[in-house]
């Protein structure tokens, strides 16, 4: 008797839940057509399309924020919604090279492509649109690096940094195009480097009219430990005349050096020299600053000592001889 009562409640409790759904669902479907019969405001996307001939370009590209503001009864902003989820305005430009619209043409072009004329245009973020055409132009421009580095103590670049490709081609309205003479990357940013590395890096963001053949760059970071070198470079005196000389003539020259390449580092590979086009004789700054004027490129921190020179004119003690007298 027990369990035929428990059978009998269970089966009362389903029958229960189940009236109970239907009942929920009957309430929702007429709430549901009470919302959507009434009026709502939402906002939608406003995107353009464009049919331009191939050797022409966008001299400015219209704005990609345009909003419009749309009213109407919930049931027409649903089933344009699902049916068109931007407004998408299509121009034709292969028969006209400018195009300016006004609020009320901009909402006269809107307003086709809405799936119901029920649907009123209350407000748009833009005003007026001006579009224009010109000759498209393509050029090859160097890719500049923007790199930010820093190493662990004694670790150094074993060549400048090698880029591939080192060049993007870039193509838009020739006005643009024509000022543009490199096209820098974005920040290369590493810190306490010691081990070689490849990375890959975008470019920083231009004008919207200007297309890239490609959207990042590999960069290609060879390192090395680095130890000092030193040794002694004779001094080259510039516009010296015979009778001057300097002390010193020759200083002494630290650099830091790859391993790969410290056997190649040689006296020949530096010049230093001093200009004495201006030395004069009797004057109390007898100093003349030393430069270095060449050295290998795959050396860092290139130092020497000292910086100047002192010179001195040398008085030439010419003997004269008397010539011999004969009787």
């Known amino acids: 008797m027990f369990r035929i009562g428990t059978k009998k409640i269970r089966v009362q ?17 007429f709430w549901l057509l009470v919302k959507l ?13 464009f049919n ?21 009864r919930g049931w027409d902003l649903m089933f344009d919604y699902f049916t068109k989820g931007k407004v998408v305005l299509f121009f034709d430009m292969n028969k006209q090279s400018r195009i300016r619209l006004n609020w009320l043409q901009l909402k006269s072009l809107i307003q086709k492509n809405l799936s119901s004329s029920e649907i009123k245009i209350t407000e748009i973020n833009y005003d007026n649109l001006s579009l224009s055409l010109e000759d498209r132009s393509k050029k090859k421009v160097p890719i500049q690096l923007d790199a ?52 890959e890096i975008g470019f920083r963001e231009s004008a919207r009219e200007i297309q890239l053949s490609r959207q990042t760059v590999m960069a290609n970071l060879e390192v090395e430990q680095f130890t000092e070198k030193s040794f002694f470079v004779k001094i080259l005196q510039r516009n010296a005349p015979d009778s001057i000389r300097i002390f010193p003539d020759r200083i002494k020259i630290y650099c830091l050096v790859g391993l790969s390449k ?10 230093v020299e001093v200009d004495l086009k ?13 430069l270095l004027t060449k050295s290998p490129d795959f ?27 004969t009787e």
């Open 148 to 199: 930010h580095l820093s190493f662990e103590s004694g670790y150094h670049l074993k060549k400048p940094i090698q880029l591939s490709p080192d060049s993007v081609s870039i193509s838009g309205p020739v006005s643009l195009v024509q000022n543009i003479m490199e096209w820098r990357t974005d920040s290369l940013i590493l810190k306490d480097i010691q081990y070689s590395a490849e990375q």
């Open 299 to 325: 050396v860092n921190n290139v130092r020497f000592s000292p910086k100047s020179a002192e010179y001195i004119f040398i008085k030439k003690v010419e003997e004269e001889k008397s010539p011999s007298s």
């Open 37 to 49: 019969s009434q009026t709502y405001k939402v906002e939608k996307e406003v995107v353009f399309d």
């Open 262 to 271: 410290y056997e190649e580092v040689e006296e020949s590979g530096f010049t």
């Open 52 to 72: 331009i001939p191939e050797e022409k370009a966008l001299t400015i590209l219209p704005p990609d924020d345009v909003e419009v503001e749309l009213e109407g």
């Open 278 to 290: 201006d030395a004069k004789p009797g004057v109390e700054n007898n100093a003349v600053p030393i």
């Open 13 to 29: 409790l389903r029958e229960d839940r189940a009236v109970l759904m239907v009942c929920i669902g009957v309430a929702f479907i």
